[in-house]
């Protein structure tokens, strides 16, 4: 199974105009991810390596039944861009963007749990189920499939936890970032219960940093909810 992300993921890519959202849509789509439509004001009619650009996530929503979005928007409209995917009705958000302002965030959280969106990030690489699909910035030769769920703070070090994951023998069932900044859609401890509801997970790795209080939250969770192994490493 996975989570997060699956092969049947119909994807949009917000900013698929610019030069980090045309660059990264073109290998997440090598990898294997459905991406459907891109979306920048100002853009629509136009084509990026094939994919048709609309106005409006809504209206790529309506042609192209689109459930996840993953965003390349700079950081004073990320927000905004975010906002329009949850009210679009989309399920998973993934937010490469750093720097959100956190006024801006906490709206935005606020809202995404009102209409039960999830969203991954900001600031973070995204989320990749190896030999399924990938959505976000992650170089995809690190992961090899396996049954090793990977929750990371840290993006770099999601990649060296992956390169040696493979080196070890063993794979993974889906990684991802939750984002370095100081509000984030999600923690650790959504994915925790992601992963122990996984059948093809069968452990979880989780990385932290320094800063916080979301390792001792998610500490105390695996004592009482989380019946998998869980190892942690806090950098």
Not at 117 to 142: D, E, L, R, V, Y
Not at 159 to 182: N, V
Request: proline share 5%.
């Amino acid at each position: 199974m996975a989570v997060g992300i699956f092969s049947t993921s119909k994807v949009i890519v917000q900013g698929i105009t610019g030069k980090e959202g045309s660059f990264h849509t073109h290998w997440c789509r090598e990898y294997g991810t459905r991406i459907v439509a891109g979306v920048t004001p100002g853009k629509e009619g136009s084509m990026v390596d094939g994919i048709p650009v609309y106005d409006s996530v809504k209206k790529a929503v309506h042609l192209h039944g689109a459930d996840s979005s993953l965003i390349f928007v700079p950081p004073v409209y990320a927000s905004d861009a975010m906002l329009e995917s949850i009210y679009a009705g989309l399920g998973t958000i993934i937010c490469i963007t750093e720097g959100i302002p956190v006024h801006d965030m906490m709206k935005v959280k606020r809202v995404a749990d009102t209409y039960r969106a999830t969203i991954i990030g900001p600031n973070c690489p995204g989320i990749i189920s190896p030999g399924a699909a990938k959505a976000g910035i992650m170089p995809a030769a690190f992961f090899k499939k396996g049954t090793i769920g990977v929750i990371s703070r840290s993006g770099t070090l999601l990649y060296e936890a992956a390169d040696q994951i493979a080196r070890a023998g063993m794979g993974i069932s889906t990684a991802l970032g939750i984002g370095g900044d100081p509000i984030t859609g999600t923690n650790y401890r959504y994915w925790l219960d992601q992963f122990e509801h996984d059948p093809e997970t069968e452990a979880v790795l989780i990385i932290g940093e320094i800063g916080g209080t979301q390792e001792e939250t998610a500490a105390d969770y695996i004592k009482t909810s989380i019946t998998k192994p869980v190892s942690a490493f806090i950098a």
